[in-house]
């Protein structure tokens, strides 16, 4: 049996091929936000919670606890600071968060945020037989649905893991959107094989994702690196550059981190520095959506 080709020896076809599966298509940028608005400002929250140990396989109770911290302290301290300054922001959920925490769900659908797709246990989607994905995809729909009240019309996969079957069953579902792709900084359609498949990317960056910089895991050598002034200002500076240009400001946040007392300070001062920017429009990812496929 002969070797499997390398990637320097692939002949031009194959890596097309894997280049051109998921593609940004048409831009979708408007000339203004609601009410003559410069900037959209899309925040958002990925209420993990337990998951990140339970998709594992694990029962680390110290890790299931910092994961409870996430419903008990983070939750009330973000939306606190969202109903003091009257910001509509999106909370991606797993299923299983929201099995285990419904009135959680309830809450942040009452007070007017969007409640989307996470995954049923954040699990790795590229790792699973298309049937398993898509199986997982609906039932989650289901939950969230049960839980909060509404259908979601939008999906982040857990940890932004992108299966070559993930935009088929977005499609497939209905979804008006999904946030876990890069290919911009402004909403774009999602192509498949080179087709149009009237998706819209909201598109996420590891630079405004607080994980990236506040992770810990004491058997590794994944430790804090960055102070949170410091992360302010990486955000501050992506806020201000998304201004200048008459963009988006997205953000992803999780409870389970920023949410501590010596982190949530830099949610709240972000919405203070762009409301002083002026012309901003605070709005869940699904009305940013909306807007730019309509006036883009």
């Not at 320097?8 to 097309?16: A, I, N, T």
Request: a negative charge; one cysteine or more.
């Amino acid at each position: 049996m002969s070797e499997p080709l390398q990637p320097w020896q692939w002949p031009d076809d194959h890596w097309r091929r894997i280049v051109g599966h998921v593609r940004a298509g048409r831009p979708y940028k408007p000339a203004a936000w609601p009410g003559g608005a410069r900037c959209a400002i899309a925040l958002s929250f990925d209420s993990d919670h337990e998951t990140n140990e339970l998709r594992e396989g694990g029962e680390s109770i110290g890790k299931l606890s910092q994961g409870q911290y996430g419903n008990r302290q983070g939750i009330p301290r973000i939306l606190d600071i969202l109903r003091r300054h009257d910001v509509r922001a999106s909370f991606y959920v797993p299923a299983v968060t929201a099995l285990l925490y419904p009135d959680e769900q309830r809450q942040v659908a009452a007070e007017g945020h969007e409640v989307a797709l996470h995954g049923w246990i954040h699990e790795r989607n590229s790792v699973l037989p298309e049937a398993a994905e898509r199986d997982l995809m609906l039932r989650a729909a289901d939950v969230l649905e049960r839980t909060a009240g509404v259908r979601p019309v939008g999906i982040r996969t857990p940890s932004w893991d992108f299966s070559p079957s993930t935009l088929k069953v977005t499609r497939e579902m209905g979804l008006l959107y999904d946030s876990s792709l890069m290919a911009d900084v402004d909403c774009y359609e999602l192509l498949l094989d080179g087709e149009p498949t009237g998706v819209v990317e909201l598109p996420v960056e590891w630079i405004r994702d607080d994980a990236v910089y506040f992770n810990m895991n004491r058997f590794a050598g994944l430790r804090p690196y960055t102070p949170p002034g410091d992360v302010f200002d990486i955000f501050r500076r992506e806020l201000e550059a998304a201004h200048a240009e008459g963009g988006i400001f997205q953000l992803t946040m999780h409870p389970h981190i920023s949410g501590y007392r010596s982190r949530a300070w830099i949610l709240e001062e972000l919405i203070r520095h762009a409301r002083s920017l002026g012309d901003v429009w605070f709005a869940t990812h699904a009305d940013v959506v909306r807007h730019a496929k309509e006036h883009g």
